[in-house]
């Protein structure tokens, strides 16, 4: 009997695109298809696409056998962003909003109340006329809808209306909805947010399966019903990918600098103040020690501010780079930040690049990274509370550096950490 299966994968977010967004499925995608799947890919013409960040370089890690499938769109984001200026249209976790500024909160309005959930639902038609396509010439069994933007699970709703029995829908939330963390800045009225509650709903009790990345999302979405049970949740959380950190071996730290990183986006609902204040601290303690400090992304005007405050001259900040630079950038670190909500049951998905680096791990927040973490050997989770423990962690670091001392962590416990482990889970979720 043959045991390959057919699945088609709707995402939004797919090559050119880049952000963090994009690598779960690149990667899922890329396994499934190595271990001899059928994989169709369906996402939306780069050419009318609205997305945060382009990273050319993503393209190349595409398995030649998954199938693209584009479809067009139609993205109100663009119009708006012309109204505003770029500047002020939110970018990826709401990290540049000033909530004070007229002109973003009238492009957060015109987001929550007009288009419901998201910008991007104006794919929506497009996409389902094109699925509907794909899976009947292609005898699909399987379909994936992966979500932000939460607009991408409707298309899964309609599909699964549309075709019942004849399809296994899927649903993969790599966020949750109504409870994100920045939920509170985009200005629902109360029939949006009802709208939002009413959607996220339909998506959880009629999708035939649901993938999600921890306990905590799990929860979130499954305190929207009792009309289902917690067995149709499997928790499947991001990973690494071993082919992006064949350069291991080959790029270290420099030795003359003593440099602390933060690569990927962090906006002031983060809070990693009591990290800028510790380094800050331990620079003026060590006034001789060669202290750096170098932000990869988008960090938020404020943040940028404090950071400078602390540490002045010392700390430097470029904007977001192709993934295998971003790898780069953590292997040439001395020390990790790590910024996490701090909730049980959620791990975000730099975790483990972070992990697979080899650096030292400094996380400002604990939940089920500081779980991993510990388990890997690779640093220390602290509360944002634990100033003077931050401090000391920091300057135990420094002296290791100025020591020499290398920094290992545990290898064996990252092996189920790796995207080949988890599409091996997600082959267990296909018909």
């Known amino acids: 009997m043959d045991s390959t299966k057919k699945i088609l994968v709707i995402a939004y977010y797919w090559p050119p695109s880049g952000g963090a967004g994009v690598q779960r499925w690149l990667k899922l995608t890329k396994y499934l298809a190595r271990l001899g799947h059928e994989v169709h890919v369906l996402s939306v013409d780069p050419e009318k696409a609205s997305y945060f960040h382009v990273d050319e370089s993503l393209k190349n890690d595409i398995h030649p056998k998954v199938k693209i499938h584009l479809s067009d769109s139609f993205e109100p984001i663009n119009i708006y962003s012309q109204m505003v200026g770029k500047k002020n249209v939110p970018t990826a976790g709401y990290s540049n909003v000033d909530e004070q500024h007229w002109k973003q909160k009238l492009v957060s309005g015109i987001r929550s ?152 986006t962090v906006s002031d609902k983060y809070e990693p103040d009591v990290f800028f204040e510790a380094l800050g601290r331990l620079a003026k303690d060590f006034p001789e020690a060669p202290i750096r400090f170098k932000a990869t ?43 996490t909500p701090g909730i049980e049951g959620t791990i975000p998905g730099k975790t483990f690049e972070y992990l697979a680096s080899g650096r030292r791990i400094l996380s400002v927040g604990k939940g089920d990274s500081a779980k991993a973490i510990k388990q890997c050997n690779a640093g220390a989770a602290f509360e944002r509370s634990e100033k003077e423990a931050v401090y000391e962690y920091l300057k135990s670091a420094l002296l290791d550096f100025q020591n020499k001392i290398p920094f290992e962590t545990n290898t064996n416990e990252l092996k189920k950490m790796a995207w080949d482990y988890k599409a091996a889970q997600v082959v267990e979720l296909l018909r």
């Open 113 to 264: 109340n007009l288009f419901i959930p998201d910008p991007r639902i104006g794919w929506k038609k497009h996409a389902y006329r094109k699925a509907m396509e794909v899976i009947a010439t292609e005898n699909i069994q399987n379909v994936i809808t992966t979500s932000p933007p939460h607009s991408t699970q409707l298309i899964g709703l309609k599909l699964k209306r549309k075709l019942k029995s004849k399809i296994n829908w899927i649903v993969d939330f790599r966020d949750p909805w109504t409870d994100i963390y920045y939920y509170s800045l985009l200005q629902h009225s109360k029939l949006s947010h009802k709208k939002n509650l009413k959607l996220e709903r339909q998506v959880v009790e009629e999708s035939d399966q649901i993938i999600t990345v921890g306990e905590g999302f799990k929860a979130s979405f499954l305190s929207k019903t009792n009309k289902v049970s917690p067995d149709k949740f499997e928790i499947i959380s991001n990973a690494f990918d071993p082919d992006d950190f064949n350069m291991k071996d080959e790029v270290r730290p420099d030795e003359d600098v003593f440099l602390a990183s933060y690569i990927g």
């Open 297 to 339: 992304g988008v960090v938020s005007e404020r943040l940028q501010k404090l950071i400078v405050d602390h540490l002045g001259d010392k700390a430097s900040f470029y904007p977001p780079v192709p993934h295998e630079q971003a790898v780069h950038a953590m292997l040439k670190s001395h020390v990790l930040l790590l910024i």
